[in-house]
């Protein structure tokens, strides 16, 4: 079963990061709408192609993570998802940019990526803007990656390819806001509180999640230290 709490956070980081996905990617998104029928497609399929390759990127990690089935390597993802949370959430109120870190380590994956895209430009038609999307999926930003590693802890590619789709369709609102020159619903989306409720948000989900990984870890210790002190005890018995 799904926890609603991944799919509401999946979708809140997509959402509160409106502000970063309009500075990475406002630009093409600007640039697709030209005005008429054909420019709406256009962007509704660059914007799908987007989505598409979160999502598959997101699966593939899910079906890699889910590949090792030791109680450590699980552990060790619920800690990481935790702090991964957290990071984000500091991350998206400005409050620390360590985040950035992989958008720096994601450059060199990036250019022979963006040099593939730069064949689909000028976009004329749809198939030529869902490529793009699914180059830009690929784009350095700290954002995208932190949260394929967050979806990846799921250890379940359907639910890692969920948690991405749901993210990229977080990050709708604001990008079709920039395609579609809807500049009131930038304006909000772009608000101070907004980002902090949900940075805030996703700080304590994080930070749950610590708590409750801790707490099981403890619990298995104990529970393993009492078998043990049975088996002793059987064994004085005999």
């Not at 509160?16 to 399929?45: E, F, K, P």
């Amino acid at each position: 079963m799904i926890d609603p709490a991944l799919v509401a956070s999946a979708f809140a980081l997509g959402l509160a990061g409106a502000g970063h996905c309009l500075g990475m990617c406002g630009g093409i998104a600007a640039a697709l709408n030209l005005g008429g029928q054909r420019s709406r497609i256009v962007t509704l399929s660059y914007h799908s192609g987007r989505i598409s390759s979160y999502t598959l990127l997101g699966g593939l990690l899910g079906l890699a993570a889910d590949s090792i089935d030791i109680a450590a390597w699980t552990m060790g993802l619920r800690y990481l998802a935790g702090l991964l949370l957290i990071g984000m959430g500091l991350y998206i109120a400005d409050w620390w940019r360590g985040m950035a870190l992989l958008e720096r380590a994601g450059t060199r994956l990036w250019q022979p990526v963006q040099r593939l895209s730069s064949r689909c430009l000028p976009v004329r038609r749809w198939p030529q803007g869902f490529a793009l999307g699914l180059c830009w999926g690929l784009m350095p930003c700290g954002l995208i990656y932190s949260s394929l590693a967050w979806a990846a802890t799921a250890q379940n590619a359907a639910t890692s390819a969920l948690m991405m789709f749901l993210f990229g369709l977080g990050t709708l609102p604001a990008m079709l806001a920039t395609s579609l020159g809807a500049g009131r619903l930038q304006a909000f989306l772009r608000r101070r509180g907004l980002k902090l409720v949900i940075a805030v948000l996703l700080i304590a989900s994080g930070v749950w999640t610590v708590y409750l990984t801790i707490a099981h870890g403890s619990h298995l210790q104990h529970g393993g230290q009492g078998a043990h002190q049975q088996m002793d005890h059987s064994g004085m018995d005999h």
